[in-house]
């Protein structure tokens, strides 16, 4: 009898996990923890958010907010459990970290087609690939041995890149007279704290920042950042003006105080439901740990900060997966080998939850003997879920780089298409914003009546 392994309770793993075992099908999830933590992982529960509580826009307009809702429609554990345990941040989607992990972890644990193995998988040969079915999801930090036998196995390129992770602040530790709450352009009801700085306190700040020192990575010279997450102080190093334009940027914020927007500021985002925790938004950094207390401490209402956690450096992992992959997430020799999330080169925390649902509904198919006569929904190319999917299957390989969810991933549409699908809705929208809303509303269509959807897209022009 053929068995069903997912490799990694993260993001990915638990969703496919979670899909399989709701199809009927038993599933062994074997996670690592407690025994064995990467670098950035603390918890024994599962799905762990490893650095923001934010799993970004909450709006089908913006590609990761359509991607959520797709998602939804699919009956997605993670996103379920995400919306449960949501905590106030405008128009994204961030969550108790604490909460959303226990819960999930909690669902896992209960499902009677789930059984759970904490050790961890050093090499795919503990496999009979001949017979039994795996998922590969065990994330940007994979074990090292796991990842050289991937190595070998595949003949998969070197490739990484290093990332950055934010701070976070006690509540109580920062001074309330000095910030204000207050959403951009007032979206939403104040979720954000901000703290203001005047051009003289920006200065000091960026003076401090950019000789600060930082932590040695190994292998420097062959550091690749990746461009979204950029670590703060390598962001100030571009130029002066830079951050204004980044992650201290003060439009559509108005202080209070001087009834104006200041000159810079930071935004502090709420980390958990108890509203005790804050993090920096923006400042993923690899500045020692004292210098964050020094550097950071010269915010604007952050001088008493107390840090309960400090960014950090890690290394990312991934494969060259348009080599190796195809549009099930299938390794194109090995028909019984799936991988998911990150480590296949989606970007984030809700593409690695997409990527997992796809990967888990492949290999429902494939164990069931299922040959979808047509192209099933969550792998048609004008979603999300299906553009990312096409993605990382026939990207280039030469230059494979991870991807967020984004609408360049989904088919374009020329001036008089998108007219046709204003008309057909009746959109109010222009241009850009206009164009964001009919990618949005053509994916859902495909799943359901967007009448409530296009109602409330007009309601906010
Ligand atoms: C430090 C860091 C910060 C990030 N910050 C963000 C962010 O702020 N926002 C965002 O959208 N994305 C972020 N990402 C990117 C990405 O979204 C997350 O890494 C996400 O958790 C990836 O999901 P995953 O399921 O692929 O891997 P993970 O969630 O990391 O899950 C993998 C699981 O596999 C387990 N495991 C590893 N090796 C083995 C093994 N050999 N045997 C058994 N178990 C194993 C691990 O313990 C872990 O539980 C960050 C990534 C890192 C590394």
Redesign the pocket.
Same mark, same amino acid.
């Given at each position: 009898m053929s068995k069903v392994y997912v490799?990694?309770?993260? $993001?990915?793993?638990?969703?496919a996990a979670f899909q399989i075992a709701e199809a009927g099908i038993r599933v062994n999830l &074997?996670?690592?923890?407690p025994q064995?933590?990467?670098?950035?992982?603390q918890s024994a529960d599962?799905?762990?958010?490893?650095?923001?509580?934010?799993?970004?826009s909450n709006q089908i307009e913006n590609a990761v907010g359509l991607l959520k809702e797709e998602l939804r429609l699919n009956n997605s554990l993670i996103i379920e459990v995400a919306d449960i345990t949501r905590v106030p941040a405008g128009g994204a989607l961030a969550v108790d970290r604490n909460n959303f992990s226990r819960l999930i972890t909690e669902k896992i644990r209960k499902h009677p087609l789930i059984t759970i193995e904490r050790?961890?998988?050093?090499a795919l040969s503990e496999f009979d690939l001949d017979k039994d079915f795996v998922i590969v999801?065990?994330?940007?930090?994979?074990?090292s041995? $796991?990842?050289n036998d991937l190595k070998k196995m595949l003949g998969a390129d070197d490739l990484y890149f290093f990332?950055? &992770?934010?701070p976070i602040v006690d509540a109580e530790s920062i001074d309330r007279k000095k910030v204000f709450a207050a959403s951009r352009y007032d979206k939403g009801e104040g979720e954000y704290l901000n703290c203001p700085f005047t051009e003289e306190e920006y200065e000091s700040f960026y003076a401090e920042l950019i000789k600060a020192k930082t932590t040695k990575v190994e292998a420097f010279d062959d550091i690749k950042l990746f461009q979204g997450?950029l670590p703060i102080e390598s962001i100030a190093k571009q130029g002066k003006e830079t951050l204004l334009y980044g992650p201290l940027k003060p439009v559509g914020l108005i202080d209070p105080k001087i009834g104006r927007q200041p000159y810079a500021v930071v935004q502090l985002r709420q980390d958990n439901q108890a509203g005790s925790l804050f993090n920096l938004v923006g400042f993923?950094t690899r500045l020692t740990f004292p210098e964050q207390k020094r550097v950071f401490s010269l915010i604007p209402g952050l001088e008493a900060a107390v840090f309960e956690r400090f960014g950090?450096m890690?290394?990312?992992s991934f494969l060259n997966s348009p080599k190796h992959l195809n549009l099930g997430y299938q390794h194109n020799r090995l028909s019984n080998l799936y991988f998911?999330?990150?480590?296949?080169g989606?970007?984030?925390?809700?593409?690695?939850?997409g990527?997992?649902f796809v990967a888990a509904k492949s290999l429902i198919n494939n164990y069931l003997n299922i040959k979808p006569e047509e192209l099933p929904l969550y792998l048609h190319p004008e979603t999300i879920l299906g553009g990312l999917a096409h993605y990382v299957s026939l990207a280039e390989t030469k230059n494979f780089q991870?991807m967020?969810a984004n609408f360049g991933l989904v088919p374009g549409l020329d001036r008089s298409e998108l007219k046709q699908i204003k008309n057909k809705y009746s959109l109010k929208a222009k241009g850009r914003r206009l164009r964001r809303q009919v990618y949005a509303l053509r994916a859902l269509s495909h799943y359901k009546d967007v009448k409530e959807e296009t109602q409330n897209l007009n309601a906010q022009e």
């Open positions: 490799i990694g309770a993260g $993001l990915a793993g638990s969703e &074997i996670e690592m923890k064995t933590f990467s670098a950035a992982h599962f799905a762990e958010l490893v650095c923001s509580n934010s799993l970004r050790r961890e998988v050093k999801a065990s994330g940007p930090l994979t074990s041995s $796991l990842f990332d950055a &992770i934010a997450c993923q950090v890690h290394r990312n998911a999330g990150q480590i296949t989606v970007e984030g925390y809700v593409e690695s939850v990527s997992g991870p967020n």
